[in-house]
C-alpha cells in the first residue's frame, strides 16, 4: 500500500542572525517545534503557498524568498515533500494557530523539540547562518 503523499512548502524566516521556530497548537504532533508554513493546494506553486501560509499563520508578508532545500520524510501514515526557503518578513508577527515561538541562534537551534522533517533541516540552515 502507498501511502499519501503531503506536499508543504516551510520558511526559514531570518532575524538577526536568528531563525523563528513556531510551536505547534494543534493535532497529532502538537507542542513540537516546526517552520512556519503548511500545504500546497492545487494550481498554487509552492512560493504562492508559502505567501498563503505566513499569511494567515502570521499575519506577515516575505521578502526576498530563496529556494533552500527539499526535504522528504516518511511518517507513519505519509510521506511529506517540504519545500523549504530562507526569506525575510516585513514585520512583526502575530501568531494564530501556534502555540509558541522563538528566534533561535545557531547554537540554540537543538534546544527544542523539533517535528522529524524540520531537525532535518537543522545542518543547512546552521551553515547559512555561520
Not at 493535532?27 to 493546494?41: D, R, S
Not at 499569511?55 to 526576498?64: D, M
Request: glycine share 6%; proline share 4%; aromatic share 10%.
Amino acid at each position: 500500500m502507498n501511502k499519501k503523499e503531503i506536499h508543504v512548502a516551510a520558511g526559514i524566516l531570518k532575524r538577526n542572525g536568528r531563525i523563528l521556530a513556531v510551536q505547534r497548537g494543534t493535532g497529532q504532533w502538537k507542542g513540537y517545534w516546526e517552520f512556519p508554513g503548511g500545504k500546497i493546494e492545487e494550481n498554487e506553486t509552492s512560493i504562492e503557498a508559502l505567501v498563503r501560509e505566513l499569511s494567515e499563520e502570521l499575519k506577515v508578508e516575505i521578502l526576498n524568498p530563496s529556494f533552500l532545500t527539499t526535504i522528504r520524510f516518511s511518517y507513519p501514515g505519509f510521506n511529506l515533500v517540504m519545500d523549504c526557503y530562507l526569506c525575510d518578513i516585513t514585520r512583526e508577527f502575530t501568531l494564530t494557530e501556534h502555540l509558541d515561538s522563538r528566534w533561535l541562534a545557531s547554537d540554540e537551534l537543538e534546544d527544542i523539540n523539533w517535528l522529524p522533517a524540520d531537525y532535518q533541516i537543522l545542518p543547512l540552515i546552521k551553515e547559512t547562518l555561520e
